[in-house]
C-alpha cells in the first residue's frame, strides 16, 4: 500500500514533465519556423538580384558540362536536348522558369541566354536578358571554351 500513494505523485509529475517538455518543443518549432519565414521574406525582398545570382549559377553549371561535353565528343552541343540524361536528369531552367536559349553564332561561338523575367527577349531592369558567349581561346594558347558575360543590364 505503501507504494500506491508514491506512485500517484511520480506519475503526475512524469505527465507534468512530458507535458512541459512538449510545450518546450513546440515552442522551440515556432522560434525556427518565425526565423525561417523571416529569412525568406528577406530573400523575397531580394528578388531580382537573388534570381539573377541563381541564373549566374545555372550558367557556370552549364560551362562546366559543356567542357565536359567537349572533352567527350570534341566539340559543343548542337541543342541543351543533347545533354540529358547523360549530363542532366532534365535540362536546367532559369531562376524565372524560362528555358535558356542556347545558339551557335556565326563566328563559332555559343550564346546561352536567359530571358529574364517575362521571358521575352531585350527588357530593362528584372527582364533583361543574361547573355554568355562561349568561345575557344585562340589557336595555340591551350586551354577550353572560355565563358563570359555579355549583357551590361545584368551587371
Known amino acids: 500500500m505503501g507504494n500506491a500513494r508514491i506512485a500517484r505523485p511520480i506519475r503526475w509529475a512524469f505527465y507534468l514533465l512530458l507535458l512541459a517538455a512538449i ?67 532534365r535540362v ?23 530571358l529574364g523575367a517575362d521571358g521575352l527577349a531585350g527588357g530593362r531592369g528584372e527582364n533583361a536578358d543574361l547573355v554568355w558567349r562561349f568561345s575557344k581561346p585562340p589557336p595555340g594558347t591551350g586551354g577550353g571554351w572560355i565563358m563570359t558575360e555579355e549583357s551590361d543590364a545584368a551587371k
Open 92 to 114: 536546367p531552367l532559369d531562376a524565372w522558369g524560362h528555358a535558356f536559349v542556347y545558339a551557335r553564332q556565326s563566328d563559332g561561338s555559343f550564346t546561352l541566354t536567359s
Open 23 to 89: 510545450g518546450i518543443i513546440g515552442a522551440g518549432v515556432l522560434i525556427v519556423f518565425a526565423f525561417v519565414s523571416l529569412g525568406f521574406s528577406n530573400v523575397a525582398g531580394q528578388g531580382t538580384a537573388a534570381r539573377r545570382a541563381a541564373t549566374r549559377a545555372s550558367a557556370s553549371l552549364f560551362a562546366d558540362v559543356f567542357r565536359v561535353y567537349d572533352l567527350d565528343t570534341g566539340a559543343m552541343p548542337s541543342s541543351l536536348n543533347v545533354l540529358v540524361p547523360k549530363y542532366f536528369a
